[in-house]
């Protein structure tokens, strides 16, 4: 409960990064903000310094297990950072033929025309929250470092490859939705990528029961 509780809270953190980062773009093109300056310093340590124990920390890390770990908050910042779609009355897609679902605004009746369109941000949102949770089980069983990152891969892209063919704002090259042609893309490599490592792992019999990817040391302490 408590590591599930810590990836709710790293997703958390990174929409809260994202939203703060468009903040500050929203200040700088207001004219009637003075324009600052943030100078960022960063230092190594050098042979003469002590590694500070932060520092030391993320440098131990498996850089595989903190893509697994990033990969779940992806899918629940973007499944609630897609609603942000829908306060800018976009992201939607062509009419559903429906006479009650669907959604309708200024915008897309001004686009589109008098009916009901597709909600896409909807379908993504629910895509993405539901893959978390689904994803976030799986990776309790994890046979190696990497595993839930291509999850998420396989997940994120079988959804947007398909939810994508439904917009109507969709850059493309000639005929061809080029974030469908990369999503179908990132989905079979993932797909493939997730099947021979399993393989492999099988193969060695490597039994790698599941690691918390965020340890609590608090127990630890009390043993001390």
Known sequence: MKKFLSKIMFAAVAVLSVAGFTS???VDDDP????QTIEIHTTTPSNNQEMTPAYGAILSENILDMFDLTALGFLLAQGIGRWGNFVNQEAYGSFTGSSFW???SNRTVLEMGEGLVHPCFLY?????IAGF???NHLSKSRKF???TALMYGVWYGFGRAIIELLRTDSLMIGRIKVSCMLSVLVCIVCAILLVVLRKRQNILDDNTEYENMITDNSEDDLNE
Do not use: D
């Open 102 to 104: 669907g959604m309708t």
């Open 124 to 128: 993504e949102s629910v895509w993405c």
């Open 32 to 35: 009637n903000v003075p324009s």
């Open 145 to 147: 470092s990497g595993e």
């Open 133 to 135: 949770f689904i994803i």
């Open 24 to 26: 500050c773009n929203n």
